[in-house]
């Protein structure tokens, strides 16, 4: 059965089963079942958010009330919660794939020893050391003990480690700075919960001396997308199914899934929030046939508001960083965009070593494109920094922040 045929056998199910989806179809006035994919509704994180045991499919009830079901609280750029409930048996099914592209690519497995650093949570300890992992809190990045944190993950001397790209570069920053040594068992690390810029990528590899690939997914469905030894992002075919929702010549569509492996809370059409394009064909020398996803940095819901009620992406003061970069070949290493008025901007700016005097020239620049895009009144501010830290709610971290929309929530519309 192809891919999109499991997809609509997902929904028809969530449809009859899930109670959100039961009353949405309702007022829509849309048939449970018989449908093709596209005739059923995208839907979006705000309608999960205390969305409790509505979002759950009735077979699954009794396992919920018994506490047997998997249970996972995902961080948004909303800053709001969303629970996602698993059965244990379909978190494996979801993961084979994964492991199995792990395995073949870069002869990576489950009883390799892992490092990889957790949400910050008052009610776990600050290390969680299991039989072939050792996780650390990110409490660690917050109270200026990163060096202790790293000192644990020498000891272990892990095979491989799971990191956000903005970890690895605070690793990399430690690293440098103390002349540490690198674990020496380590020969692989996988990106994930953060856009991965390139020169994020080549700078992690040089200094840790080992492979890299980038792992796109969420909570919700587990792997979305995995990047092959080519560079390339495939699809995960077998555990999710891919659309691409209002893609235009011009403009990159937004991101929906739909899980074929949790019956539990099934997600369809779901949109996460980011950009990206499909290339179906394509003949990729790693051999994986999947789709390749083509991510666009940046999160659909960073909009830069203007007086006078009109908005424009983040992605056009971030693509100047970009460009800066590409100039410079990766001088700017972290950055964040905030948007303090509707004509006042600081860019928040962590630079190569030893190349803070060229502040100015990069000011320079930054004003002269900033007004091209947002005007001449616009104002410039550029502050330095050693690092930027991720948020400690979310523990990411945003390229792009706006005063004006802080707290204000991004509804999706039914
Ligand atoms: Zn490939």
């Not at 009735?58 to 996972?72: D, Q, R, T, V």
């Not at 492979?211 to 077998?238: K, R, W």
């Not at 005007?375 to 005063?403: H, N, V």
Request: hydrophobic fraction near 35%; charge should be negative; include cysteine.
């Amino acid at each position: 059965m192809d891919q999109k045929k499991k997809a609509e056998q997902m929904a028809a199910y969530a449809y009859q089963n899930v109670p959100i989806y039961v009353k949405l179809a309702q007022e829509k006035g849309i048939e449970a079942e018989g449908l093709s994919l596209e005739q059923y509704p995208v839907v979006g994180k705000a309608q999960f958010i205390d969305s409790g045991m509505s979002a759950l499919s009735a077979p699954y009830i009794g396992k919920y009330m018994a506490g047997e079901l998997h249970w996972k609280r995902t961080s948004g750029s909303t800053g709001k919660f969303m629970e996602v409930y698993w059965d244990r048996e379909d978190i494996k099914k979801s993961l084979f794939s994964l492991w199995m592209y792990r395995r073949n690519y870069y002869h990576i497995l489950p009883t390799h020893r892992m490092c990889y650093f957790f949400p910050v949570d008052t009610q776990a300890p600050e290390q969680i050391e299991e039989e072939y992992s050792l996780g650390l809190s990110k409490e660690f990045l917050f109270n200026r003990r990163l060096e202790e944190a790293y000192q644990a993950i020498l000891n272990y001397d892990p095979v491989w480690m799971i990191l956000q790209p903005s970890i690895a570069m605070l690793l990399c920053e430690l690293i440098q700075e103390r002349g540490l040594d690198t674990p020496p068992s380590l020969r692989y690390i996988e990106f994930t919960g953060e856009y991965l810029e390139p020169w994020v990528k080549k700078r992690v590899q040089k200094i840790f001396g080992c492979q890299t690939a980038d792992q796109y997914g969420s909570q919700e469905v587990n792997s979305i997308a995995f990047e092959c030894p080519e560079g390339h992002l495939h699809c995960m075919q077998d555990n999710v199914y891919v659309e691409i929702e209002e893609e235009t010549e011009s403009k990159a569509g937004e991101l929906c899934v739909t899980t074929l492996k949790n019956r539990a809370m099934p997600l369809v059409r779901f949109n996460l929030g980011d950009r990206g394009r499909l290339i179906r064909e394509h003949q990729c020398p790693c051999g994986n046939s999947n789709p390749i996803l083509e991510l666009q940095a940046g999160r659909s819901n960073e909009w830069i508001l203007r007086e006078d009620g009109s908005r424009i992406h983040a992605y056009a003061l971030m693509q100047i960083i970009h460009w800066i970069n590409c100039e410079t070949n990766g001088m700017i290493l972290q950055y964040q965009i905030c948007q303090e008025d509707y004509d006042r901007f600081l860019f928040k700016l962590v630079l190569e070593e030893d190349e803070d005097e060229l502040i100015d020239e990069i000011m320079d620049i930054l004003t002269e494109r900033v007004q091209e895009r947002l005007g001449e009144d616009t104002e410039i501010e550029a502050e330095l920094y050693t690092r930027l830290l991720p948020e400690e709610k979310s523990g990411k971290l945003a390229c792009f922040r706006s005063r004006l929309t802080e707290g204000v929530e991004n509804r999706y519309e039914v």
